[in-house]
């Protein structure tokens, strides 16, 4: 049985997809509408981390696991300067999907709800439905674009407005979401090694930098569209590529830096990152059908023939029909669909993976990737 919301009167719901399907349900979080592409994530745990992911902007996020939030939300502590348990210093998806809501959470670290925390972030929600019809729905068709409204308390939806507005969605896809995540200004980290890395933000998790800090490599995190000119004034040791949101191809400033980079620097790439170096140097790109999103995606090395557990969360992967025109190799697949997870280019200390080596939350079995960047550096 779904619980009721700690409110006198339940905010009634509805999920509704361009094809017409609708859920209705109950609503949390903050109310009002919103609009996305619907994906869903089939991680069990982690959704403070995942909601915090720039990587999810512009998406509204299904989760598969049928109850959520029974940990709460944990507190704001920081770690290097960046806060510990979240991504981004924001909620970044566009709403959140879920089948059962938990509104008494369990964990000596909670400090608010789940539900609590969307509303005071103003994120809708919406439980209550049959999130396994949604997800084989997606399956089946591939991701969609969809719309979330969450009524005031004792408000009922107007179905046939909604659907109407459902049907004429904008794609996110097509618009340049990397701005909307990117920073502004330079910002710099000081870390007590001698390396520096220029870290190109295009989204990046938060997780990504504790991981280089914590190796003693200090970042100089600048904007997406910074050209390679304005990089190398820093006279970096390496360039770090970050993840992101959307398709790599609206980063056109960012392919432009990163096809000159790749001939100066140690380059390493994650998830969108991948992407973008995949196009800095001739290769090209697809959107993927629904996408890899959860916590155990096999990707095989090439080389070794040894099969890593894997966090990822992209829409996108990298043609492989491209590497007979540009200087990269496959170095990782995936063992699933056989998509492209990892590269490397030929001659040069570059590479490049489609996952999340720093995991939050796991598995963290390739962590070692961000050792193999530091020893680029180090010989570099």
């Not at 719901?13 to 209705?24: I, K, P, S």
């Not at 944990?74 to 509104?103: K, M, T, W």
Request: overall charge neutral; aromatic content about 10%.
């Amino acid at each position: 049985m779904v619980p009721e919301l700690n409110t006198s009167k339940s905010k009634k719901a509805v999920l509704l997809l361009e094809d017409g399907t609708f859920f209705v349900g109950k609503g949390f979080g903050a109310a009002g509408k919103t609009s996305g592409e619907v994906v869903f994530s089939t991680s069990m745990v982690g959704y403070p981390e995942a909601l915090t992911d720039p990587s999810y902007k512009g998406q509204i996020l299904s989760l598969t696991y049928p109850l959520v939030g029974n940990y709460g939300v944990p507190p704001y502590d920081l770690n290097y300067g960046l806060p510990l348990y979240f991504e981004s210093d924001r909620i970044q998806v566009q709403a959140l999907v879920i089948h059962e809501l938990c509104l008494e959470p369990y964990h000596w670290a909670s400090t608010r709800t789940l539900d609590r925390w969307l509303s005071d972030e103003g994120i809708p929600g919406i439980y209550g439905i049959d999130t396994r019809r949604l997800t084989k729905k997606l399956r089946t068709h591939g991701v969609m674009l969809g719309m979330v409204k969450v009524c005031e308390a004792g408000e009922e939806p107007n179905l046939e407005r909604l659907l109407t507005e459902a049907k004429r969605i904008q794609d996110p896809n097509l618009t340049d979401l990397v701005k909307e995540v990117t920073v502004k200004e330079p910002v710099h980290y000081k870390a007590d090694g001698s390396k520096t890395v220029v870290l190109i933000d295009c989204g990046v998790k938060f997780s990504i930098m504790r991981n280089l800090l914590k190796r003693g490599i200090s970042l100089v995190r600048v904007p997406y569209d910074f050209s390679a000119k304005e990089i190398m004034e820093y006279h970096p040791d390496g360039v770090f590529l970050s993840n992101g949101p959307g398709d790599p191809k609206k980063c056109v400033k960012t392919i432009e830096s990163v096809s000159e980079l790749v001939d100066k620097v140690p380059l390493m790439g994650i998830c969108l990152g991948a992407q973008i170096l995949t196009l800095a140097v001739g290769g090209d790109t697809y959107k993927l059908k629904y996408g890899h999103r959860s916590q155990n995606q096999p990707a095989l090395d090439l080389n070794t023939n040894r099969c890593y557990i894997t966090t990822q969360n992209h829409g996108y992967a990298i043609d492989t029909e491209c590497f007979c025109r540009t200087p990269l190799e496959p170095w990782f697949i995936n063992v699933n669909d056989k998509t492209i997870e990892g590269v490397k280019h030929k001659t040069k200390p570059v590479f490049a993976v489609q996952w999340h080596p720093e995991a939050s939350p796991g598995p963290y079995d390739t962590e070692f990737l961000f050792d193999t960047f530091k020893k680029m550096m180090e010989v570099a």
